[in-house]
């Protein structure tokens, strides 16, 4: 199940650690753009995230850029719940939260290490392509920028009430 949760709670603020962790042993400083628990608790964040019987497997977030434009922040699967779907279901309910609040556009940022291959990969299933860099991003040789226009036919559902 996916639902809105607090980026505050002890599990949740466990997987934001070991997501943080993550990116920093693979990412070259000053590139980690990844959000902790404090920046996904900002009311412009909604972080999601997937439990099934009430274990926490994965998070995400979607940050409001703009009336039209919104961002997917912290992905993270935990480690026991990879190769499951779940980021496939993450990345479903963002994108229709994000149709939910009416944005044309999510985008997103991601390392370019073969750490984050699978990362690419799973936002290419989704249907994102690759975009100049948006928002604080640069042009750089750690990050790859991704975007995807909203559906409109896409079911106005979305995980838990709207922030």
Do not use: Q, W
Request: charged share 20%; glycine share 8%; hydrophobic share 40%.
């Amino acid at each position: 199940m996916v639902a809105v949760d607090d980026p505050h709670a002890p599990d949740v603020g466990r997987v934001v650690a070991r997501h943080l962790a993550f990116n920093h042993g693979v990412t070259a400083p000053g590139h980690v753009h990844a959000l902790d628990s404090a920046a996904l608790a900002d009311p412009a964040v909604t972080l999601v995230s997937a439990r099934r019987h009430g274990v926490l497997l994965g998070i995400g977030a979607l940050r409001h850029l703009d009336d039209d434009h919104a961002e997917i922040k912290s992905m993270h699967t935990v480690e026991d719940a990879r190769r499951r779907g779940v980021g496939r279901t993450m990345v479903g309910a963002l994108l229709a939260l994000a149709a939910a609040r009416r944005y044309r556009r999510v985008s997103l940022e991601t390392g370019t290490s073969e750490a984050h291959a699978p990362a690419r990969s799973l936002y290419r299933a989704a249907g994102f392509s690759p975009c100049a860099p948006f928002g604080e991003y640069t042009e750089n040789p750690h990050s790859v920028c991704m975007t995807i226009t909203v559906d409109d036919r896409r079911p106005p559902t979305s995980p838990g009430p709207a922030r």
